[in-house]
């Protein structure tokens, strides 16, 4: 098993640009979430989905959509890239939600300029 | 929403001394909670994690505490090394699998 493999890992934008950061994961989970990490503080959860088909918003979800057409797939997608969304993005994944812990992906580190 | 505050920010320890990490949660609908291990340039890492209706749990040189009525839950790590120095991320997850991570303690073990 992969687990989680996210693409790309680094990533340069200009201001307005749009991008489609990818993750996938090889172990049926039924729940995907994308994280942000800024500099020095914690994580800060995006948007989450528990299944095909159904996404809903976590913290920080403005400047952000996301799709889950399939139980492998959560890309997050950033439609015009503004410097406050510099950061590194994690997509996690967990097999029921609930008590469990979190596979991560190894991050998207993207910078905005 | 669930807000956690971790503390301290930073912690240095001797090679061989204890360290402790605490954090609060703000809703007593969250039951789970796990700490995760990020080393610079890395993903996080479970290390350890608890469910709401045990009090403690222990793992080697790792454990976790948690006081449901107060709202709080701590890592201690005894005989420290070297290699545990790393950032550390305490979260409180509800049932959706929704974590809200601490800003994490950066820990530095001195040889």
């Known amino acids: 098993n992969a687990g989680v493999t996210q693409t790309p890992k680094f990533r340069i934008l200009k201001i307005g640009q749009s991008m489609t950061l990818q993750c996938t994961q090889d172990m049926n989970h039924n729940y995907m979430y994308w994280y942000r990490q800024d500099p020095g503080m914690g994580l800060k959860l995006i948007y989450y989905s528990v299944g095909a088909g159904i996404t809903d918003k976590g913290e920080v979800p403005n400047g952000y959509n996301v799709s889950r057409s399939t139980t492998e797939d959560f890309p997050l997608r950033l439609e015009l890239a503004a410097p406050s969304q510099t950061s590194v993005y994690f997509c996690?994944?967990?097999?029921?939600?609930?008590?469990?812990?979190?596979?991560f992906g190894s991050g998207t580190q993207l910078s905005v300029l | 929403g669930e807000n956690v505050e971790q503390h301290p920010s930073t912690l240095s320890v001797q090679e061989g001394d204890s360290a402790v990490i605490k954090c609060t949660y703000s809703?007593?609908?969250?039951?789970?909670f796990p700490w995760y291990k990020q080393e610079l340039g890395k993903r996080p890492q479970l290390i350890i994690d608890i469910r709401s209706n045990v009090g403690e749990k222990k793992d080697q040189r790792i454990a976790v505490t948690l006081n449901k009525t107060a709202k709080h839950f701590s890592l201690h790590i005894t005989e420290t090394q070297p290699e545990d120095s790393a950032v550390y991320f305490c979260a409180a997850s509800d049932n959706a699998g929704k974590s809200t991570f601490g800003d994490g303690t950066t820990l530095t073990v001195k040889p």
């Open positions: 809703d007593s609908a969250s039951n789970y």
């Open positions: 996690a994944s967990s097999l029921t939600g609930g008590a469990e812990k979190l596979f």
